[in-house]
């Protein structure tokens, strides 16, 4: 080979290196920009795991208490020792999200060295997945710690697939088999498919006497019965459940369900449009598993095809097994929810699983002679490949933007949670679940154990925690107090931090007291801008940090005259800056 042509193929290999480690890094940024440290919705079953363990009365049963439906032992361990080392800052439980997508990205790539010829073709493949391991359309399993759960079943799956193929004995694949099994199903509700799908495998990948083989199937189904058995102890459907009938009573609506629920992680758009767009990517998808699948059936003699084959099957099929799963529990919420964000996460192997099975197939079938030229084979793969990736593209902008609104809604949530001691309603109802309404107990058990990060704020005089604003630099405006006719007030302005890096956090309302001392009485959220990215940057820096709130006159404990203020918020730092103008809200009438 001539230096020059040595050269480029160095050249193309970085590129492709590039390529591969480009989604890990951009999803490491994407948590470190977008995560907040605030325990969330369901979070705070966890926050009462740890009072329990502070007064000593945590025990096994509330360990392994059903928690929606899953069955959570693995994660509630996880999340005690990790929060007792750090306090319980939640961005370490998204840490280990993001390190399990990394365990699944190697898993597949140490899978495609034994399945896939060529270190440059694994490294494109490879790229590839990790575009939708690390999706960001997924946000609210990288931003919501308690999504773990989503990770592990996953993570557990790929770890046995990649032990399968590996030099250790039959006996330790299948020990590491058995154990990683039920890890997945005491973790989460589909984690019961590590059984299902890590045995066939073994089974192809192993060469086990056939005398033994008897012996290892029925093991493998006795501990897994005994694994379901357990999980099913006491097991209770949760009261918000709909009917698992719904399905059977409606079988189209459930095809479509489950096609979109497939589709989802490469469908663009939002709302019906985004739907649209979901139902016909899932069933060309599925329809495509199930040629591959057709395919290695007809061809299931062939040693060698089927050992490259039944671990991306395997792999596929743990997205379609979960969507089996979920669409009967789900249907009646409506079709619309197949789209959730944290579904993708079960979804999108589905889609990685064709990226090899597509490699593998095409590579059977030319040497076999069934396929056009080379050159014809690879216009259309490149064709392909570039739709694919302008379909992610935009589905991967859509999911930064949602993420700025998870973002906006925990930091308004975080506001009102260190405020929960002086607000009369500290946490709007769609923030918490309602079988949360301790939640003033909760916060101030963890504010004692050290676990909220600033501590709460006792006092209403916002004086006492406000910083002054910098000369160079505005906090923000407090521009117009409306009055409804109905009698009520909306406050509008608009509020940034630090010489406008970012929004302010939220806005503090106050009123002043007779001794002049401003009083917190509400908290306003921030607006967040519709539209793409370049829109919102576009934005001057008033128009992009928005802030709006409507109010009663009775919100205020007192009668007379008096002042209203507006204050940026920082919920990081715990401190507020005042935003300039005052408006006057006359007596109570």
């Known amino acids: 080979m001539t230096p020059v042509l040595r050269c480029a193929s160095k050249a193309g290999q970085a590129l492709t290196v590039a390529l591969v480690i480009f989604p890990v890094g951009f999803t490491a940024?994407?948590?470190?920009?977008?995560?907040?440290?605030?325990?969330?919705?369901?979070?705070?079953k966890t926050a009462e795991l740890f009072v329990k363990l502070a007064d000593g009365s945590l025990s096994f049963a509330h360990l392994f208490d059903q928690h929606n439906e899953f069955r959570q032992l693995f994660p509630h361990l996880l999340f005690l020792a990790l929060g007792t080392i750090t306090r319980w800052n939640v961005r370490y439980e998204m840490l280990v999200s993001f390190l399990l997508a990394c365990l699944v990205s190697f898993n597949i790539y140490r899978i495609s060295r034994v399945t896939i010829t060529g270190t440059q073709k694994r490294l494109w493949l490879l790229a590839g997945a990790n575009l939708l391991i690390f999706s960001?359309?997924?946000?609210?399993?990288?931003?919501?710690?308690?999504?773990?759960?989503?990770?592990?079943?996953?993570?557990?799956?790929?770890?046995?697939?990649?032990?399968?193929?590996?030099?250790?004995?039959?006996?330790?694949?299948?020990?590491?088999?058995?154990?990683?099994?039920?890890?997945?199903?005491?973790?989460?509700?589909?984690?019961?498919?590590?059984?299902?799908?890590?045995?066939?495998?073994?089974?192809?990948?192993?060469?086990?006497r056939k005398r033994f083989v008897p012996?290892?199937?029925?093991?493998?189904?006795?501990?897994?019965?005994?694994?379901?058995?357990?999980?099913?102890?006491?097991?209770?459907?949760?009261?918000?459940?709909?009917?698992?009938?719904?399905?059977?009573?409606?079988?189209?609506?459930?095809?479509?369900?489950?096609?979109?629920?497939?589709?989802?992680?490469?469908?663009?758009?939002?709302?019906?449009?985004r739907l649209a767009a979901a139902i016909p990517i899932g069933a060309i998808t599925s329809i495509l598993f199930l040629g591959a699948c057709a395919y290695l059936w007809a061809r299931f003699a062939d040693r060698s095809l089927r050992k490259r084959m039944i671990v991306f099957i395997a792999l596929g099929a743990?997205?379609?097994?979960?969507?089996?799963?979920?669409?009967?529990?789900?249907?009646?919420?409506?079709?619309?929810?197949?789209?959730?964000?944290?579904?993708?996460?079960?979804?999108?192997?589905?889609?990685?699983?064709?990226?090899?099975?597509?490699?593998?197939?095409?590579?059977?079938?030319?040497?076999?002679?069934?396929?056009?030229?080379?050159?014809?084979?690879?216009?259309?793969?490149?064709?392909?490949?570039?739709?694919?990736l302008?379909?992610?593209?935009?589905?991967?902008?859509?999911?930064?933007?949602?993420?700025?609104?998870?973002?906006?809604?925990?930091?308004?949530?975080?506001?009102?949670?260190?405020?929960?001691?002086?607000?009369?309603?500290?946490?709007?109802?769609?923030?918490?679940?309602?079988?949360?309404?301790?939640?003033?107990?909760?916060a101030n058990a963890l504010n004692r154990l050290g676990y909220l990060r600033p501590s709460l704020i006792d006092g209403k005089n916002v004086e006492e925690i406000a910083k002054s604003s910098q000369e160079t630099w505005s906090a923000g405006a407090f521009e117009?107090?409306?009055?409804?006719?109905?009698?009520?007030?909306?406050?509008q302005g608009w509020a940034v931090l630090q010489g406008g890096r970012e929004p302010a956090h939220a806005v503090l309302l106050t009123y002043r007291d007779a001794t002049q001392a401003p009083r917190v009485f509400a908290i306003a959220q921030m607006e967040?801008?519709?539209?793409?990215?370049?829109?919102?940057?576009?934005?001057?820096?008033?128009?992009?940090?928005?802030?709006?709130h409507t109010f009663a006159r009775a919100d205020m404990p007192t009668n007379a005259s008096t002042y209203i203020d507006a204050w940026a918020f920082d919920t990081e730092s715990g401190k507020a800056f005042k935003l300039t103008a005052s408006h006057v809200v006359g007596p109570l009438r």
């Open 29 to 44: 940024l994407f948590i470190a920009t977008y995560s907040v440290d605030v325990p969330y919705s369901d979070q705070w």
């Open 136 to 208: 960001p359309v997924q946000y609210e399993n990288w931003l919501f710690g308690i999504q773990v759960i989503y990770l592990v079943p996953i993570a557990c799956l790929t770890t046995c697939l990649s032990v399968a193929y590996s030099g250790l004995s039959p006996k330790t694949k299948l020990t590491i088999g058995v154990l990683l099994s039920i890890v997945s199903t005491f973790s989460s509700a589909n984690g019961i498919l590590c059984w299902m799908l890590v045995l066939p495998v073994l089974l192809v990948a192993c060469d086990w």
């Open 215 to 273: 012996f290892v199937i029925a093991g493998w189904t006795g501990l897994c019965l005994l694994s379901l058995s357990f999980y099913m102890y006491g097991y209770r459907t949760p009261e918000w459940h709909p009917s698992l009938t719904e399905a059977l009573d409606h079988p189209a609506r459930a095809l479509a369900y489950l096609a979109a629920f497939l589709g989802a992680p490469l469908a663009p758009g939002a709302g019906v449009r």
């Open 318 to 388: 743990y997205s379609l097994g979960t969507g089996l799963m979920v669409m009967p529990a789900r249907l009646g919420f409506g079709i619309p929810q197949a789209l959730s964000s944290r579904y993708s996460s079960f979804s999108l192997y589905l889609l990685v699983s064709l990226i090899y099975l597509a490699a593998i197939v095409l590579e059977h079938a030319r040497a076999d002679g069934y396929l056009p030229s080379r050159g014809r084979m690879v216009r259309l793969t490149s064709a392909g490949v570039g739709v694919l």
């Open 390 to 442: 302008l379909v992610h593209a935009l589905t991967a902008a859509s999911g930064v933007l949602q993420a700025r609104v998870y973002r906006s809604k925990a930091l308004y949530f975080k506001a009102c949670l260190l405020f929960v001691n002086v607000l009369r309603s500290p946490a709007p109802a769609i923030l918490i679940q309602s079988s949360h309404r301790d939640l003033t107990a909760l």
């Open 480 to 491: 117009n107090l409306l009055k409804t006719p109905e009698g009520r007030f909306i406050a």
């Open 528 to 548: 967040v801008i519709p539209g793409g990215v370049m829109g919102v940057l576009r934005q001057p820096v008033e128009k992009r940090s928005r802030w709006q």
